[in-house]
């Protein structure tokens, strides 16, 4: 059964705004105006805000990972199994559930009781297997679960592990990098990439160059397209 | 007849080959020239051992460089743990945006906001480089700076939104896109094409 989430941070009792993040499940298995009515849209979970010492809420919700780690571990468990043929090792160290409990699904007994709560008419059972298709998130909520910059950095890449400069004062900017660094997901992973600027006006001037086998090597046209598609955008400007 | 037709093909295709062969011989040079200024830069930094500081005319920036298994500044805080749990989820198909959300809140909220600014908004708002992608002299959507509203028109417009009375309906109802135009929500904003611009437009005789 495709489910689909919503994840976005609201304000609950006059709390502080945008601090209490807020998950919602809905059946993507329905007709378009079944499916969004307000009967299968429901919120299940609720993040609490982050703290001060005093009890007062100072802040939207951080520790995004933690709170999901239940419903991640449940969409594990009711999720589809991993086919023979897909390398794919469960991450225990990150509270994965183990290998062997992933896929197990849910079975399903389709009775029909009347008003006395008898079983007038009975199917056969089935295992029901729940696929999480996407998540609904705007800006703010997309960088808190896929863990990247926020939306309001300057020049922030939600594909590369390409590291910042520091700045006077405790300011980090992407401002050009002087080593080539892996690049770990996306379609350019596990190839050594290389940021490299002529002039402090990154923004304007941003390229890409491959730092293997030599530096002078041009990387071909399409990389630069495949890396962030924001940053050439700004070139070209 | 088949083997003409693939003649003219092939002559398009060569000159089209040509074309782009042209356009990359002088990107490459372009970026050997650029690789090598980056490279004197680079020496530069290297060579003060990790911190420098580039004294351009304009601006002074203290550079700190450091290998990347020591800092802690990455583009992204980690993996994402949704995308390693769930092994048949895909990074690039992981978050969607809904439509309403990217139409409503997104397009169509800075295409009212353009329209309903003032002359002198659109003024700055062309000479902006950091903006939509626009051409010279003129603001996103193309719109120029003559096409702004002067204050009477947007008194007016304000005038005549403080008049419109919404029917219980509207379980919250659209406010003046003038006044409040940035802060109101989807659900306003979705009434603001069909129900609120077409009479604050009206021209009245």
């Keep these: 059964m495709p489910v689909s989430f919503a994840f976005d941070y609201g304000e609950a009792y006059n709390n502080r705004p945008y601090s209490v993040g807020i998950v919602a499940i809905k059946c993507e298995d329905l007709p378009d105006i079944e499916g969004s009515s307000l009967r299968f849209q429901r919120p299940i979970m609720f993040f609490p805000p982050e703290m001060d010492s ?5 802040g939207a919700c ?20 991993v086919p023979d043929n897909f390398e794919y090792d469960a991450p225990t160290h990150l509270g994965s559930l183990k290998q062997e409990e992933l896929g197990t699904g849910i079975p399903i007994w389709p009775n029909v009781f009347d008003s006395r709560k008898r079983a007038v008419r009975s199917a056969s059972t089935f295992i029901c297997h729940i696929l999480a298709i996407g998540w609904h998130a705007d800006a703010p909520a997309r960088a808190k679960l896929l863990n990247t910059l926020s939306h309001t950095a300057i020049l922030g890449c939600s594909y590369c592990h390409m590291t910042q400069t520091e700045i006077k004062g405790n300011v980090k900017k992407f401002m050009g990098y002087s080593a080539p660094s892996t690049i770990t997901r996306g379609l350019l992973e596990g190839k050594d990439m290389q940021m490299v600027g002529a002039t402090p006006h990154i923004k304007w001037c941003t390229y890409f160059t491959c730092a293997q086998p030599s530096p002078f ?7 630069r397209d495949w890396i962030c598609h924001r940053r050439c955008a700004m070139m070209w400007n | 007849m088949r083997d003409d037709v693939e003649l003219k093909l092939s002559e398009q295709d060569q ?6 062969a042209q356009v990359r011989v002088a990107w490459d040079l372009r970026e050997a020239c650029a690789c090598a200024c980056s490279m004197l830069v680079r020496g530069c930094v290297l060579l003060t051992h990790r911190k420098a500081s580039i004294h351009l005319p304009f601006l002074t920036f203290f550079v700190q460089d450091s290998p990347p298994e020591q800092h802690g500044f990455l583009g992204t805080h980690g993996f994402s743990r949704v995308h390693l749990l769930l092994w048949y989820t895909l990074f690039n198909d992981l978050c969607f945006v809904p439509f309403a959300h990217a139409f409503f809140r997104g397009v169509f909220r800075d295409f009212m906001l353009m329209v309903l600014s003032t002359q002198e908004a659109l003024k700055t708002r062309a000479n902006k480089s950091t903006d939509l992608p626009h051409l010279p002299g003129y603001a996103a959507f193309h719109m120029k700076p003559a096409d702004g ?4 028109q947007r008194k007016e417009c304000t005038d005549r939104m403080n008049r419109f009375i919404f029917t219980s309906d509207f379980d919250r109802p659209p406010e003046c896109p003038v006044r409040h135009g940035p802060s109101q929500i989807m659900e306003q904003l979705m009434r603001q094409p069909d129900c609120v611009m077409p009479l604050l437009f009206v021209e009245v005789r």
């Design chain 1, 62 to 81: 951080k520790h995004v990972n933690g709170c999901l780690l239940p419903l991640l571990q449940d969409l594990q468990r009711l999720g589809p199994k």
């Design chain 1, 217 to 223: 090597v041009a990387c071909p046209l399409n990389y």
């Design chain 1, 54 to 58: 005093e009890g007062k809420p100072i």
């Design chain 2, 15 to 20: 000159k089209v080959r040509a074309q782009v």
């Design chain 2, 149 to 152: 509203l002067t204050r009477k």
